[in-house]
């Protein structure tokens, strides 16, 4: 069949957003045909084609992979893939359907890759780093499409062993994806504690909005072994937290396999000393990523801003930081596969999802991860359910979490040859960074969830100095946890996880909540309600977020969580009465306000997204469309976004 030309169906446009690894959920987007070509079906029997479109929200462009196959009738298995029926210019009337779903084009683009093909315009090119052993092109293999995935598409080539995972990037980047480069180097290496990488795909487009004929190329697309009968260690930790079952030998020996990692990064791609200019940049990020969170965190955790002050000035004293090397930067029980040998394999080298390529590839120090899977391993062990404190199932906790962690430490300093000082300022300041961040991320999506990072964090903050901060479940309870007179005697941390929980109920489906309460008094330093707010639930500088003159620059290391669009604190509503018969006004009617559901509590506006799949936390959730009226009108107010679903779904906030 001759190659036609590529064609861009209208109904993308309704398509395209309904999709887990759209990068815009909920707000009007514009699509700009950036690049594309098309793949020859040697059978004749569809019309394969892979679009790549610029999607402009606000002032944000990102740039989607679209593969689509054309079909004179509908697809077996290949439902869940289904674009619509179309009129294509050339073919005619055709079955449109995401190709990563149809079997014959993924087929095609696995022999594309192995037999290192491109297409004739130059704008696909398969490269081969590796050849898999028992596949040769054009041999025909059962195709699974993997669920669950947001951020991209896995499809399972093969069956049993020579397997192989074809992984479709859906969103786009310019230069080289920190996954492909680090697994191909690792696999160049002889790394047998990574799937090998046999090969990808590389695509040109158009820079948005640049000058014509200005192109850039990224991947698009990498061929990976396929570990059959795998489980990731997160449902093997968790399920052995449940059952109480002893972890340590396999604690151990993810210890060993993650410095091996460091080890042979260290080899491929070097390491060195940080300058007197990135060690400032490293601590001062450090330090300000802590001041943000605990700016979102601290009403949850409770009055312990001296500890935090006393951490961040610790961080700020230390001369002299290890060396900096590329680490796996977004490290956690969700990156690792037990093979059905019990070896662990690391995978997914993308770093932090929500940070520019460029920036993922930045040199960090290793104890970052160390302290990423110290803090995912004290997840899994609370996954067990909340329990109170000194009773039987707290202590069995608490003493499944000490075994695992101190396991993977020994493992981790017998595999490196040197201890782990998690005594000391950096790795402290490093652990309460990441436990603050998981407070903000079960805040705002949640909030059944919170009191887990932040009884750690309390426990952390009020233990004496230069005590282990990984042994977060031995530490007493902060001394100045307790209300202020006048405060009366109820928990107001407690108090703020309800009224978020509460909040997320009555998102759910409970409808409209009638605020109650009057004048609130609080701790210093904890709850700090406005003058009657604290009964309505509404505290000052809920939406408080630093300006764009604040923010840390990224730096070295510096992984400061971006603030969402309309940040900022608004002005102070004046009470309106309740009316829920009433029809919005014309303003709302035309989108020109967002509001909030009536009686939710300032703070826990943006909390709402989509439930991620496991234990642990996960990336931001993005803002919705204007215009959402599912609350009472307020014209008083700046326009407040009310999150609509996270980007990706993952564990943990640096998963």
């Avoid at 309460?432 to 961040?437: F, G, Q, V």
């Amino acid at each position: 069949m001759a190659a036609h030309t590529p064609f861009i169906p209208e109904i993308l446009t309704e398509w395209l957003p309904a999709q887990r690894w759209f990068p815009v959920k909920g707000e009007t987007v514009d699509l700009t045909v950036v690049g594309g070509t098309v793949l020859e079906d040697p059978a004749g029997d569809a019309g394969f084609e892979v679009h790549f479109l610029a999607v402009t929200s606000g002032k944000r462009t990102d740039v989607v992979s679209v593969p689509i196959s054309y079909r004179s009738g509908p697809l077996d298995d290949a439902a869940a893939g289904l674009i619509g029926q179309v009129d294509h210019p050339e073919l005619g009337a055709r079955w449109a359907y995401d190709a990563t779903h149809d079997a014959d084009f993924v087929r095609l683009w696995v022999d594309f890759i192995l037999s290192r093909r491109s297409t004739p315009d130059g704008r696909l090119a398969g490269v081969v780093v590796k050849a898999p052993a028992g596949q040769e092109p054009g041999t025909e293999q059962p195709v699974k499409v993997l669920q669950g995935e947001q951020s991209n598409t896995s499809v399972v080539y093969g069956s049993g062993p020579g397997s192989m995972i074809v992984k479709f990037f859906r969103v786009l980047a310019a230069g080289e994806s920190p996954d492909v480069q680090i697994s191909a180097e690792l696999t160049a290496g002889g790394s047998t504690d990574t799937p090998d990488t046999f090969g990808w795909v590389t695509g040109t487009w158009q820079v948005p909005d640049g000058e014509p004929g200005q192109h850039v190329t990224g991947h698009v697309s990498v061929l990976r072994d396929f570990v059959e009968g795998s489980t990731d260690a997160w449902r093997t930790a968790s399920a052995a937290a449940s059952s109480a079952a002893d972890f340590t030998a396999a604690a151990r020996g993810l210890g060993r396999a993650v410095a091996r990692i460091h080890q042979q990064l260290d080899g491929a791609f070097g390491s060195r000393t940080a300058t007197e200019v990135e060690e400032k940049e490293f601590k001062d990020a450090l330090a300000q990523r802590i001041r943000w969170a605990w700016e979102e965190a601290g009403d949850v955790v409770g009055p312990l801003d001296g500890e935090v002050e006393r951490i961040i000035r610790e961080i700020q004293a230390v001369e002299g930081i290890p060396p900096l090397q590329r680490i796996h930067a977004d490290l956690h029980l969700g990156q690792v596969l037990q093979a059905p040998d019990g070896a662990w394999l690391i995978i997914d080298f993308e770093g932090e999802p929500l940070r520019p390529t460029a920036e993922r590839s930045v040199p960090d120090v290793t104890v970052r991860d160390v302290v990423g899977m110290v803090r995912s391993l004290e997840y899994a062990a609370a996954s067990r359910g909340a329990a109170p404190l000194g009773s039987p199932d707290a202590a069995a906790t608490e003493q499944w979490s000490d075994a695992a962690r101190g396991a993977f430490l020994e493992g981790y300093a017998e595999e490196i040859g040197a201890p782990v000082d998690t005594a000391g300022p950096l790795f402290r300041a490093l652990w309460l960074d990441k436990a603050l961040y998981e407070v903000v991320y079960e805040i705002r999506n949640r909030p059944d969830w919170v009191e887990m990072p932040a009884r750690d964090v309390r426990r952390a903050l009020g233990a004496q100095s230069g005590a282990d901060a990984t042994k977060a479940a031995d530490m007493n309870t902060p001394k100045n946890t307790g209300p202020d007179k006048g405060a009366g005697q109820t928990n107001l941390v407690a108090k703020a996880a309800k009224t978020v929980a509460g909040t997320a109920k009555g998102r759910s489906g409970q409808g409209h909540q009638r605020r109650r309460g009057g004048r609130g008094q609080g701790p210093r330093g904890g709850l700090r309600p406005d003058r009657g707010a604290a009964g309505r639930g509404r505290h000052r500088r809920p939406h408080a977020r630093p300006c764009r003159a604040v923010r840390p620059a990224a730096g070295v290391g510096g992984r400061v969580p971006p603030a969402p669009r309309g940040a900022g604190r608004p002005p102070r509503q004046r009470r309106r009465r309740h009316r829920p018969d009433a029809a919005p006004s014309r303003a709302v009617r035309r989108g020109r306000h967002r509001v909030r559901p009536y009686g939710a509590p300032a703070r826990a506006q943006r909390h709402l997204g989509r439930r991620p799949r496991g234990g642990e936390p996960g990336p931001r959730p993005r803002l919705p469309a204007r215009g959402d009226v599912r609350g009472r009108p307020d014209h008083r107010r700046r326009p407040v976004p009310v999150p609509a679903d996270t980007r990706r779904d993952r564990h943990a906030p640096d998963r």
